[in-house]
């Protein structure tokens, strides 16, 4: 596996296979990898010739009082991880690579970022598409690879995509969870035991909340049995749990169509987020 921190390094691989006729596929991460981030490299090797990744804590989505500082690193962890999934080229930039000094542009995606995290985390979006735009035009490649994990993510850089006319595919990728259920973050590491024994009940009330919509069930009443249920069992603070359409992220109160149960949930200092199809 070959490693790459600069644009230029970057392009000159990615051309190099395009001139050989190799389709590229590209996997942004924030590092500290787990089995569902070695998924996406799985499904990127699976639908094109190259496989790429890319690693950068991204300080333009962290608000002031969030986790940046002490957001997981675990630079040589993570390349070995890369190297042994078949990635074939890893991207690590550094923050002085990818926001230079007089960095003036930010790009902010109207409609799906507004809402859900976006409202809980203010400018969170706006560094999340900022960052894969740069990334995106970096290394040019036919296609990129995003977990279903973060759903409103996935929206707003599909949005983005078509809006700016970016000629990369965008694919999601399911969620990779746990045995028992809980969704596999880099943030579960911050989980006291007692905290990782509870952290399941999220995936179990949005399953069944999931089913009571789908048999008809109002999504407002049912977001509040879930939220009730969460707190009483243990949970700390929720953010959020909401019906949404599944490609606008428009608030809906029943399922006609494609819908998404979504939830943001705190459990001590942890942030839990998940969310289901809703079919």
């Given amino acids: 596996m070959q490693v790459a921190r600069t644009p230029a390094d970057l392009r000159a ?3 190099g296979w395009q001139r050989q006729g190799q ?10 990898l787990h089995e569902g981030h070695l998924s996406l490299v799985t499904l990127a090797k699976q639908k094109a010739d190259r496989a790429v990744a890319t690693i950068f804590v991204n300080p333009a989505q962290f ?12 630079e040589d962890a993570d390349l070995a991880l890369l190297e042994s999934a078949g990635c074939d080229l890893a991207y690590l930039p550094g923050v002085e690579v990818m926001y230079p000094k007089d960095f003036a542009t930010s790009i ?3 409609g799906v970022s507004q809402g859900l995290c976006g409202d809980c985390r203010p400018g969170h979006f706006a ?13 040019l490649p036919d296609l990129a690879v995003f977990g279903e994990k973060d759903y409103q993510q996935l929206q707003v850089i599909k949005r983005l995509v078509a809006d700016l006319d970016i000629p990369v595919r965008i694919l999601g990728a399911p969620t990779l969870r746990e045995a028992d259920g809980l969704a596999k973050s880099s943030r579960n590491a911050y989980l006291t035991p007692e905290e990782r024994r509870l952290a399941p009940l999220l995936f179990r009330q949005l399953s069944q909340a999931a089913q009571r919509i789908h048999d ?18 243990g949970f700390d603070k929720a953010d959020y749990v909401e019906v949404r359409d599944a490609a606008t992220l428009a608030a809906i109160e029943h399922a006609k169509g494609p819908a998404r149960i979504l939830a943001a949930l705190w459990l001590g200092r942890t942030r839990l987020i998940d969310n289901l199809p809703i079919d």
């Fill in 13 to 15: 691989v990615i051309a």
């Fill in 23 to 32: 389709s590229v596929g590209l996997v942004p991460t924030m590092g500290a």
């Fill in 63 to 74: 608000g002031p009082n969030e986790d940046f500082q002490r957001y997981p690193r675990q």
């Fill in 108 to 110: 902010t995606v109207a």
């Fill in 127 to 139: 560094g999340v598409a900022t960052v894969v735009t740069k990334l995106l035009l970096q290394a």
């Fill in 216 to 233: 008809g069930a109002g999504a407002t009443e049912t977001c509040r049995d879930v939220i009730r249920a969460l707190l009483a069992a």
